[in-house]
């Protein structure tokens, strides 16, 4: 499985942001699909994640303030963010994986994209 991550950029506090990470192969719909962050001079956290069975995670890091969504028909996973602030500012990674070790967690997922910025100004 390969990922491609998109979109993020540089943003405003406040606004919102929409990141895609797109799948090639067809079993993608077999695949829990898993969103990362990672901030310079940090560790990589979890932010959110969905099951292949659609059932969606999120960290409590970001507070309400994203919703993720998968199209198996695009196989694509979103990342939606809303009200940005300036903590949110990392690259942020997709990840595909069938493991048993639970979603939030990077050891669950066997690929990763290549990852996307976001830069929030306040």
């Known amino acids: 499985v390969q990922l491609q991550a998109c979109g993020g950029g540089l943003v405003q506090a406040g606004e919102s942001t929409r990141l895609s990470c797109a799948a090639s192969g067809r079993t993608f719909s077999r695949y829990d699909m898993g969103w990362f962050r990672q901030a310079p001079g940090k560790e990589r956290e979890f932010v959110a994640a969905i099951s292949a069975s659609d059932s969606p995670w999120y960290a409590d890091s970001v507070g309400g303030r994203v919703t993720i969504f998968r199209d198996n028909s695009k196989n694509t996973v979103y990342l939606y963010i809303y009200n940005l602030k300036p903590e949110d500012t990392a690259a942020y990674y997709c990840?595909?994986?069938?493991?048993?070790?639970?979603?939030?967690?990077?050891?669950?997922?066997?690929?990763w994209g290549q990852g996307t910025k976001v830069t929030v100004s306040s």
């Open positions: 990840a595909a994986g069938l493991n048993e070790w639970g979603l939030t967690l990077p050891r669950h997922y066997d690929y």
